[in-house]
């Protein structure tokens, strides 16, 4: 798996960035169903990968922000399947995080064939920010922090975070705008 990231500045994110983040990978036997294409549920477990890995680019590996008693539980998901991947297939996946709320970050997914851009998925997760009884909470400053530093970081030009190819105009990472306009958790 590969992976690079790049901070987009129209975004809506804590600074007002919108973070992104970009993985190559491969279809492997076990995502397959037995018409040999990628079983429906297994879009949900990438998104959870890109969202692990952006948020590691960003220095907030999830198991540090666990430690420190911040959890992210998904409060809502949407997948929106778009066409087929069978077993090793090379795929690019680009998650992209925008802040909602006070209490909320968004991550919107598009999963597209690395060689054509042909799309397989795309959607978004919503997480609350929560300590470690599920209580609602606001992300704590060393979370803003980080993403400050990440945005301070210019490696390869104006608004890059990590040199990587740009996202597909149409990988479906546009922001709902329906659910963005929700200010409780």
């Not at 949407?78 to 090379?90: F, K, M, N, P, T």
Request: charged share 25%; with cysteine.
């Amino acid at each position: 798996m590969s992976s690079t990231a790049v901070m987009d500045e129209g975004g809506s994110s804590a600074g007002g960035e919108r973070f992104s983040h970009v993985v190559r990978f491969r279809v492997r036997y076990s995502e397959t169903d037995q018409m040999g294409t990628v079983y429906n549920s297994r879009p949900l477990e990438w998104f959870e990968c890109g969202r692990s890995e952006l948020l590691r680019h960003l220095d907030l590996p999830y198991t540090t922000m666990e430690a420190r008693g911040v959890f992210l539980p998904l409060i809502e998901a949407h997948v929106e399947y778009q066409g087929r991947a069978r077993y090793d297939d090379l795929l690019e996946m680009t998650t992209a995080l925008t802040f909602m709320g006070r209490a909320r970050l968004r991550c919107d997914v598009g999963i597209v064939h690395a060689q054509d851009g042909k799309g397989v998925a795309r959607g978004y997760t919503v997480h609350a920010f929560t300590n470690q009884v599920g209580r609602v909470i606001r992300p704590p400053a060393w979370v803003s922090d980080a993403l400050a530093r990440a945005s301070r970081v210019q490696a390869g030009g104006p608004g890059t975070l990590i040199t990587s190819p740009p996202a597909r105009v149409g990988s479906g990472l546009e922001p709902n705008k329906e659910t963005s306009s929700n200010e409780s958790i």
